[in-house]
Nanobody, 128 residues
């Protein structure tokens, strides 16, 4: 399985960015795919995911209302639209897949250890 992220960069506070994740090699049809971020000196934070079967989504408290996850029908491409960016959103953003649980609060709980597949990450820097 390969996950490749793109779209990171430098943006001013209040601005927007759109991240993309292209997935290949996933043979299962039931999984959660989404985004996990890690800010400097902090633990990984599972911020959002989408379920491959139900299309249900999860958003962490820190991004709900500002970020939107979407995907193509096959869930091989996933986008993260980030609006109203804040300096505290500065982090490396990873695309990840969890085959053990459906998309939900488990994404937050398992962010640090439970994912089966990871991308290499893309850096988002928000200046104040």
């Amino acid at each position: 399985v390969q996950l490749v992220e793109s779209g990171g960069g430098l943006v001013q506070a209040g601005g927007s960015l759109r991240l993309s994740c292209t997935a290949s090699g996933i043979t299962r049809n039931d999984y959660a795919i989404g985004w996990i971020r890690q800010a400097p000196g902090k633990e990984k934070e599972g911020i959002t995911c989408i379920d491959s079967i139900s299309d249900s989504t999860y958003y962490g408290d820190s991004v709900r209302g500002r970020f939107t996850i979407s995907s193509d029908g096959s869930k091989t491409t996933v986008w993260l639209q980030m609006n109203g960016l804040k300096p505290e959103d500065t982090a490396v953003y990873y695309c990840a897949v969890d085959t053990a649980f459906s998309c939900g609060d488990s994404w937050r709980r398992r962010a640090g250890y439970g994912m089966d597949y990871w991308g290499k990450g893309t850096l988002v820097t928000v200046s104040s």
